[in-house]
C-alpha cells in the first residue's frame, strides 16, 4: 500500500495492513506486551533506535501500527502515534514541543475538555495558554504571537459550536511566526478535511467519535504532518538538539521529517504512558474501513435535518455549516466540501423547558446521551447536563444557549429520523 497513492475510499478499507503469504488476510490482534530477540545486540540495536522494531508495547505495538498508518495516511502525514485518548493526544501535541516559561495560542472555541486541559493544567505546568477568536486575522493571531510562542492549537470544525476554521488566517499567521499550526481534527474526520493540505503541520484526533464510530472505544492519535522544518525555525532545540533523556539522539537528524513523531513515540510514550490497548486499536481500525460510507451519510442525513429544522414552525434556529442561513456557508464549502459530518444544533422555541420536554418526548431510537460521532442518533440538551455547571453568562458566551439541543445525527434512514423528531416537536 505504500507506494501508490490510492483515494481516501481505499485507504479507508485497505491502508495499513499489507498481508504476505500465508499471513491473515484481517488485521491480527497482537496482545502482547513483549517481543522476543535471538541476541542482546539485535535489542540494543532496536533500543538505540538505529533499527526499528517493537521492544515493548508502551512504545509500540503491530496492531497499534496498522491504525497510526492508516490515518497517516488519510492525513497525507508522515507518522501517526496512538494514544489512549483524544485527552492524551492534545496533550502530547503541544508538550511534544513547549516547556515551562513558554506559550502557545488557541482559539477559544475548543472542545470543553480541551479548555479546561489548556486553562488548568498547562497553566500549572508553567506554560501559558493566550486565547484569540476563531474569528481572528492572520495580524490578530500575530499580535498575540510574541519570541516564547511555541504553536496554534485550533480546530477545523468546532465541538460543540460547529465553526469551521479559517485555515488561510491561522496556517498564514503560523507560517509568518515560524511555528507549526496543530489542528484537532476530530468533528470532520480525515475523510471530509485534510487540514495538512490547508498548511496544518501536526493534526491530533479523538478516535473515540467518527473513526470509532460505533461507540466502543476511547482512543486518540497525532500525525505528523513532516511539512515543518524545525531546523530553519530554531525554535525547538527539543527536536534540532541532542535529546539527553535518550543517549543523546537528535530526532531532526535521525528521523528527518518524522522528527516530532518519533519524539513523541520515543519520549512522550515512553515516559508518560497513554498507550492505546491493541484490542482498541483492532476495534477502532475496523471503524475506519467503513470511515468514508458513514461519513458521507452522517454529512448527508445532518443537512437534511438542518433543512427540515430550518423550516419547522417550533424551532428558533438552527446551527449546521452547510446551511445557506450559516455564517459559516462560504468556508464550509471550501474546506469542507465533501459535507460538515453529523452535529446539528438548533433552539427550541420556547426556552429550556420545553427543549427539555422536547427530548423526553423522543421515546424511540434516538436516545439521550453525551456522544458524538457515533452511527446511532442521540440527542442532548447541554444547558442542563453537559453545561449546566457554568453560569448563565458563561453559557451565553460560549454559545450554549438554555433552548439549544443537540443531535448527534447518525446513518439510519433519514426520513426515520425526521419522523421521530416530529413526534417529539408534535407533543410540545
Ligand atoms: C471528544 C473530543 C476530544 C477528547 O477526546 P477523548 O477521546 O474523549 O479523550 C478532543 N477534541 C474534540 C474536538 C473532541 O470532540
Not at 472555541?109 to 489548556?118: A, P, S
Not at 477568536?133 to 465541538?159: G, H, P, Q
Not at 467503513?290 to 442525513?301: D, F, I
Amino acid at each position: 500500500m505504500k507506494e501508490r497513492k490510492y483515494s481516501a475510499e481505499t485507504l479507508c478499507a485497505q491502508a495499513g495492513y499489507d498481508p504476505k503469504n500465508k499471513e491473515p488476510r484481517i488485521t491480527p490482534i497482537v496482545q502482547s506486551t513483549t517481543y522476543n530477540y535471538d541476541t542482546s545486540e539485535d535489542l540494543a540495536r532496536v533500543f538505540s533506535l538505529s533499527e526499528g522494531g517493537y521492544m515493548y508495547s508502551r512504545l509500540g505495538n503491530p496492531t497499534v501500527a496498522v491504525l497510526e498508518e492508516k490515518i497517516a495516511a488519510l492525513e497525507g502525514g508522515v507518522k501517526g502515534v496512538a494514544t489512549s485518548s483524544g485527552m492524551a493526544a492534545s496533550f502530547f501535541s503541544v508538550i511534544n514541543i513547549t516547556r515551562a516559561g513558554q506559550n502557545i495560542i488557541a482559539t477559544s472555541n475548543v472542545y470543553g475538555g480541551t479548555m479546561t486541559l489548556f486553562t488548568f493544567e498547562l497553566k500549572n505546568m508553567g506554560i501559558e495558554v493566550r486565547f484569540v477568536s476563531e474569528r481572528a486575522s492572520k495580524e490578530e493571531i500575530l499580535a498575540s504571537c510574541d519570541e516564547n510562542t511555541r504553536l496554534i492549537f485550533a480546530e477545523s470544525l468546532s465541538n460543540p459550536s460547529l465553526d469551521v476554521l479559517d485555515f488561510e488566517e491561522f496556517a498564514g499567521a503560523a507560517k509568518e511566526a515560524k511555528i507549526p499550526l496543530i489542528v484537532d481534527n476530530t468533528f470532520p474526520s480525515p475523510f471530509l478535511c485534510r487540514p495538512l493540505d490547508h498548511g496544518a503541520n501536526i493534526v491530533v484526533h479523538s478516535t473515540s467519535k467518527y473513526i470509532d464510530g460505533h461507540g466502543s472505544c476511547i482512543g486518540g492519535m497525532i500525525i505528523d504532518g513532516g511539512n515543518f522544518d524545525w531546523k530553519s525555525s530554531g525554535k525547538f532545540p527539543e527536536l534540532t538538539e541532542p535529546d539527553e533523556s535518550y543517549h543523546g539522539v537528535v530526532y531532526a537528524d535521525s528521523f528527518g521529517k518524522a522528527a516530532y513523531g518519533a519524539k513523541c513515540q520515543a519520549g512522550l510514550l515512553r515516559n508518560f504512558g497513554s498507550t492505546m490497548s491493541p484490542f482498541n486499536a483492532f476495534l477502532t481500525n475496523i471503524g475506519t474501513e467503513t470511515l468514508h460510507l458513514r461519513m458521507e451519510r452522517h454529512s448527508n442525513n445532518a443537512l437534511k435535518v438542518a433543512e427540515y429544522l430550518e423550516n419547522h414552525t417550533k424551532v428558533d434556529w438552527v446551527n449546521y455549516p452547510k446551511l445557506k442561513s450559516s455564517k459559516y456557508y462560504d468556508l464550509a464549502n471550501k474546506y469542507l466540501p465533501k459535507g460538515a459530518a453529523g452535529v446539528v444544533s438548533f433552539g427550541v422555541k420556547g426556552g429550556a423547558d420545553l427543549a427539555k420536554k422536547f427530548l423526553d418526548n423522543l421515546g424511540g431510537f434516538i436516545t439521550i446521551a453525551t456522544h458524538v460521532g457515533d452511527l446511532k442518533t442521540m440527542a442532548l440538551h447541554p444547558a442542563s447536563t453537559t453545561h449546566s455547571q457554568l453560569s448563565e453568562e458563561e453559557m451565553k458566551a460560549g454559545n450554549v444557549l438554555p433552548n439549544l439541543v443537540r443531535l448527534n445525527i447518525g446513518i439510519e434512514n433519514v426520513d426515520d429520523i425526521i419522523s421521530e423528531l416530529e413526534r417529539a416537536f408534535e407533543g410540545i
